[in-house]
Nanobody, 115 residues
Framework: QVQLVESGGGLVQPGGSLKLSCAAS????????MAWYRQAPGKERELVAR???????DYGDSVKGRFTISRDNSARTVYLQMNSLKPEDTAVYYC?????????WGQGTQVTVSS
């Protein structure tokens, strides 16, 4: 089993920045894909960004050029740097790990972009 704990969410004004962190523990391996998803009220969960153990990255169209995903394998942590935040980025952000056919989710952290 893998446990994921997100942190770094909060309230920020439009145009501001936040950095989310997700620390993994348990049976986490070096070969995996780590990702961030988000879900806004009344909407389906969507991919924000993902990164493979080989540092290949993929972003949702709505965040390209504004968000950056990174990982620290030694710290078993994945990060999401969010810049130029917009009100439509408001959502619960979830950390996700996929490895060897298994998938794990964090409990989520709220990000609210509002003036």
């Amino acid at each position: 089993q893998v446990q994921l704990v997100e942190s770094g969410g909060g309230l920020v004004q439009p145009g501001g920045s936040l950095k989310l962190s997700c620390a993994a523990s348990g049976s986490i391996f070096s070969i995996n894909t780590m990702a961030w998803y988000r879900q806004a009220p009344g909407k389906e969960r969507e991919l924000v960004a993902r990164i493979t153990n080989g540092w290949l990255t993929d972003y949702g169209d709505s965040v390209k050029g504004r968000f950056t995903i990174s990982r620290d394998n030694s710290a078993r942590t994945v990060y999401l740097q969010m810049n130029s935040l917009k009100p439509e980025d408001t959502a619960v952000y979830y950390c996700n790990v996929q490895q060897y056919g298994d998938e794990f989710w964090g409990q989520g952290t709220q990000v609210t972009v509002s003036s």
